[in-house]
Every structure is written in C-alpha cells, then in structure tokens.
C-alpha cells in the first residue's frame, strides 16, 4: 500500500474528527455569547417550537438544546467538508478557509432567519433582537470554530 496515500486517508478522516472536536469547543463559546444577549437563548428554543408547533416558550426545553447541540457539533464536519470542496476548486487552502467560513456563516444565518424564524410563533416586536442576537451567537461560534479548523487544515495541506 502507498504510504503516501495512507498518510492522505487519514488526514481526510482526522480533519472531520477534529470538526466535531472543535465543534464542541466552539459551541461552549457560543452558550457563554447566548447568555450574554437578551434574546440568545431563544434560538435553540425557536427550533424546537417549531418542530413541535409551539411557541418558543411552551417548547420542550430539553428538546431545545438537543437540537442545538445536534446542530452546533454536525456544523463542524459541515465546515470541513465546505473547505475540502472549495479547496478542489480554488486549490489554495488559505483561501478556501476564509471562503468557507463566509459561506457556512451565510448558511446558518441564513437557514435560521429565512426558514426557522418565519415559521415560528414567537411575536413580532421580538424577531429583530432574536435576529441580531443569532447573528451576534453564530458570529462567536465561528470565531472559535474557524481558527480552530482552519489552522488545522493549513498545517495538513
């Protein structure tokens, strides 16, 4: 067997632990950003009304940060597997780092704000602050998530 190839194998597998890994890091930031904001703990909460058709307040709390941390620790793969294709097709890894982050970042506004928040029940004098604070909450765990990722990655490649 190629050692050489060997060696790439398992960099590929060891980058997707090290997502979750990271993940996990990153989404203990994120709750410390989410206690901090008026509205931060509300997201998780958002979810899981809108997976059981309730408010956010009469949501099953324990539902809510499942959904949160089911979501939190699968976003690190998601990010690594965001830098492996766009590295195939920018072939600087660098780059493809920063270009991820923007991406996943987009993506997970955009997946809470566009198709979460609409369809929940939480009133409408809140969905701006609950907007800002996951801004601000996504923001930190990409803070973390990214440097820990990226610079991982720029090491391998």
Known sequence: MNTILV???????????????AAAIA??????VMAELPEGNTPPRVAAG????????????????VVHYVAALLTGPLFVWLIFSVEALLSDTALSVAVSAIILYALMIGFFMIIVLPQSRVSASRVNTIRRDWAL???????VLVPLIGGVSLLLS
Do not use: C, H, K, Q
């Open 50 to 65: 809108v997976l059981t058709m309730l408010r956010p307040e009469d949501a099953p709390r324990r539902l809510a940060w």
């Open 7 to 21: 060696i790439s194998e398992l960099t590929v597998s060891l980058r997707f632990l090290l997502g979750i890994i």
């Open 137 to 143: 909450t996504a923001g930190g765990y990409l803070g």
């Open 27 to 32: 989404t203990i930031v994120m709750n410390y």
